[in-house]
């Protein structure tokens, strides 16, 4: 089986490390193409005003100069000798839950999997208060993450969809279990703005990440971290509203 790896936290990213271990355990004919950089945030973006450099490391593992969508779509058109069985992304250092996933480079590039007709996998490694830098943990992501891989390896994804998997932010011994649940929602929208002043004078402003309220109860990724479980979504790519979508054909006809 050919495994395709990528993330949004850069080719140098400790949850990628993390990723690659967790796929060797199911095959030996494990690639990397993931960004230079950290792109957090990136979304679904594709670069189209810029030339996109690709850099070679090692054997199968390469970088590109660009989005986590960039980094995906090189993978599959310029770097694999053939297209692969299996898109993993991440681990993200950090959630990605709710509707965070619209933002998530990490999400996005399973997404681009998913186009591509390719069986894709985000994971997302939620981090407490106290996670400064590197010092983050990916302990449950490494003991949960194959036990979680070998469940979904032989599973037929429905086209154009994918699976958002984030891990608790427990010891790997404290996470009870795993739960399938549906993607939640916030409360309100994204945090903080944080004003600060540069060493020249000029103000800067700089999106916080605030911890967002959500209303428990409705069974989603939100309830099953907040629990201890590992949640497992899956997510679909069309996102048309059929309720909305009737009324507006008897508008329009």
Known sequence: MRILLTNDDGIN?????????????????????????????????LTLTRPVRLHKHAERR?????????????????????PPDLILSGVNRGANLGDDVTY???VSAAIEGALAGVRSIAFSQVYS?????????????????????????????????????NFPALAA????????????FHDYARG??????DPRGYRYFWFGLDGIEHTPGHDSDL??????????????LDL????????LKERFG
Request: hydrophobic share 40%.
């Open 173 to 184: 011994n404290e996470v009870k279990g795993i739960r399938a649940v549906r993607q939640g």
């Open 104 to 106: 998530s480079g990490t």
């Open 13 to 45: 990213a400790p949850g990628l490390n993390v990723l690659e271990r967790i796929a060797r355990q199911f095959s030996d004919d494990v690639w990397i193409c993931a960004p230079s950089e950290e792109q957090s945030g990136a979304g679904h973006s």
């Open 129 to 165: 208060k106290e996670g400064i830098g590197d010092e983050v943990s990916f302990a449950a992501a490494e003991e949960w993450g194959p036990k979680l891989l070998k469940s979904l390896i032989d599973v037929s994804f429905a086209p154009r969809t994918l699976v958002n998997v």
């Open 62 to 82: 390469f970088s590109v100069s660009g989005t986590p969508t960039d980094a995906l779509t090189m993978g599959l058109k310029k770097v694999l000798p053939a």
């Open 192 to 197: 903080s703005v944080v004003e600060g002043m």
């Open 240 to 247: 048309t509203h059929d309720a909305s979508l009737a009324m």
């Open 223 to 236: 309830e099953a971290i907040a629990d201890g479980y590992v949640s497992v979504t899956p997510l679909q």
